[in-house]
């Protein structure tokens, strides 16, 4: 789960719903006025998986921007994510 806040402060903008996805294409999937939640499993969305001990999966995919304003650059932002069985 990858929740987002729609409002760039830096830029004072605020992000439509359908400006983000999250790796390979997958939108947000529950929509809120104050932030957006991307809920998928981990094996979709090219969501990357390894194993960096016994105890600790890392968790690797990336959030893109593709703003609907021209004058605005897309972005990629990479996300990480560990969990560990101890």
């Known amino acids: 789960m990858v929740s987002v806040i729609p409002v760039a402060e830096s830029r004072n903008l605020y992000i439509f719903a359908d400006e983000l996805h999250l790796g390979m294409g997958c939108p947000a999937n529950r929509i809120h006025t104050y932030v957006y939640e991307f809920i998928y499993l ?23 921007f593709t703003p609907r304003n021209i004058d605005h650059d897309p972005q990629e932002i990479h996300l990480e994510c560990s969990t560990s069985s101890v």
């Open 42 to 64: 981990v094996r979709d969305c090219g969501i990357r998986t390894r194993v960096v001990s016994e105890e600790t999966l890392l968790f690797q995919t990336e959030l893109y």
